[in-house]
């Protein structure tokens, strides 16, 4: 273990919010040499980071679920990383735990902190580090109590799932296959639709950039909608509205088409629907589930072990330098599968 004091850390903080898409002026690149646990408390050395729609709104001023990253403070991410010295007696060096890291290379924390990271220890042989990242992790977790929980999923009804390609959207139709639903995806481009259907087993695909999207689920839904987890907000979100049946359940996730508008936020124009069929729509935000992870963490790694689930995710190498651009491949849908910042080998 090399000494703490003789460690640099390099990190990657909010210099100002954001209008629209993060700029390189948003961002400030600091570092600072590692001090020495306080006792309870470790330092970690960061591995990978997990990149997330979400992040996009940490970043904006304003009451939300949880505070905005400050202005100077190091911008929040999960991560997963190795102790490299502990004062705890809960860790040992070698140690790879899951949590709040932030973007930095190394993460320095008091027994205080380790609550507020919510940093765990982890198994990789239930799971790769990336792995850890995504349906072991926090898209995993979105996806499974956003869909037992809030969906409500019944065998034999009709699931769809936008940005099914994405982190959350892979794991959610995979899920719903397992529980006997009709999948339907959609995804943007003919390659992410084709790996949706060939690879995780869902019963179609819709690509939004042909723009048929209402046209593909009339094709693809014949009996209607029962469950619709939504990734993206916006205009598909509408669309999904007008083909809901009757005791629907509509699952607010996430509204990627519009975290980076310059203009109000659009809402639902056709939500009447959910009054004429008697529909719910419920928002979902996965730390409320924070007591349950290991349940569903069990639950997801024997799946991936028995094969009936797999995952993909995008990695990117590189240091914390690399973070504002890759962040950026996020809102352009550049990303295929859950996007991950590679940072050290383990």
């Avoid at 470790?42 to 400050?70: F, H, Q």
């Avoid at 769809?160 to 719903?176: E, M």
């Avoid at 990734?231 to 083909?243: A, F, H, Q, S």
Wanted: glycine letters at 14%; aromatic letters at 6%.
């Amino acid at each position: 273990m090399a000494n703490p004091a003789s460690l640099t850390s390099h990190q990657v903080r909010l210099a100002a919010r954001p209008v629209g898409l993060p700029t390189p002026a948003n961002w400030q690149f600091t570092e600072e040499p590692v001090a020495e646990p306080e006792d309870g408390g470790i330092v970690v050395k960061t591995l990978a980071l997990s990149l997330d729609p979400a992040m996009r709104g940490w970043m904006n001023e304003g009451k939300s679920y949880i505070p905005p990253v400050g202005i100077g403070e190091v911008m929040r991410a999960g991560g997963v990383g190795r102790v490299v010295a502990s004062r705890h007696s809960g860790f040992a060096v070698g140690d790879t735990v899951a949590g709040s890291l932030g973007v930095q290379t190394f993460a320095r924390f008091g027994g205080a902190d380790l609550k507020r990271a919510g940093l765990n220890k982890i198994d990789l042989q239930l799971g790769t580090v990336t792995q850890w990242l995504n349906v072991l992790g926090m898209p995993g977790m979105t996806a499974y109590f956003g869909l037992k929980d809030v969906g409500l999923p019944q065998a034999g009804e009709t699931l769809v799932v936008s940005g099914a390609a994405g982190a959350v959207g892979q794991t959610v139709g995979q899920l719903g296959k397992i529980l006997g639903m009709r999948v339907v995806g959609i995804a943007g481009g003919a390659a992410k639709c084709a790996w949706v259907v060939k690879e995780l087993g869902f019963d179609a695909c819709i690509d939004y950039k042909g723009g048929a999207v209402k046209d593909g689920l009339k094709e693809h839904c014949p009996q209607g909608v029962d469950v619709y987890f939504d990734n993206v907000g916006g205009d598909i979100l509408d669309t999904v509205l007008t083909r809901i049946n009757r005791k629907a359940r509509i699952v607010i996730c996430g509204a990627i088409s519009q975290y980076n508008a310059t203009e109000a936020v659009k809402g639902p124009k056709n939500y009447l629907s959910l009054l004429v069929n008697r529909a719910r729509m419920e928002g979902m935000v996965v730390f409320d589930y924070a007591d349950r992870y290991p349940q569903a963490i069990a639950e997801l790694a024997g799946y991936l072990k028995d094969g009936r689930m797999t995952s993909r995710e995008d990695v990117v190498r590189g240091g914390v330098d690399a973070f504002p651009d890759t962040l950026l491949k996020l809102f352009s849908g550049e990303n295929f599968g859950k996007l991950v910042l590679q940072l050290a080998d383990e």
